[in-house]
């Protein structure tokens, strides 16, 4: 079951670019507002993937109805792996948020025609 570990190992990495990005964002938000417009979208793509990713993965466990050992246990290092990332993927979302003074779903650096 080779797929499931590239499902595992591609969520896992998506998560953790979104992160870095997201990261990188609050970075650079104050002297380089331009890129951290440019790493919080790119936050946003990885977070995307992962999710699209995740939601295939659960549709192939579903499809074998749980009566695979090792898919249920790649079943469950994802969710861990996609929880845990989630977690901090929303905590540095939460974080950027407050930087740039919006409790919207947008930034406001990210708002067009507004200036940060």
């Known amino acids: 079951m080779s797929h499931a570990k590239y499902f595992k190992d591609q969520i896992c990495d998506e998560l953790h670019g979104a992160c870095d990005?997201?990261?990188?964002?609050i970075d650079w938000y104050n002297t380089r507002p331009e890129w951290a417009k440019k790493f919080y979208e790119m936050a946003e793509m990885e977070?995307?993937?992962?999710?699209?990713?995740?939601?295939?993965?659960?549709?192939?466990y579903s499809e074998?109805?749980?009566?695979?050992?090792?898919?249920t246990?790649?079943?469950?290092?994802?969710?861990?792996?996609?929880?845990g990332y989630m977690k901090k993927f929303e905590d540095c979302?939460?974080?950027?948020?407050?930087?740039?003074?919006?409790?919207?779903?947008?930034?406001?650096?990210?708002?067009?025609g507004s200036a940060p």
Do not use: W
């Open 21 to 25: 990005y997201l990261k990188k964002a």
């Open 73 to 83: 246990q790649m079943r469950d290092v994802i969710m861990d792996c996609f929880s």
């Open 47 to 60: 977070e995307g993937h992962a999710t699209n990713l995740y939601k295939m993965f659960m549709q192939m």
């Open 64 to 71: 074998s109805q749980g009566n695979d050992t090792y898919m």
């Open 93 to 112: 979302k939460a974080t950027y948020m407050i930087m740039a003074g919006s409790k919207s779903e947008t930034p406001t650096i990210l708002q067009k």
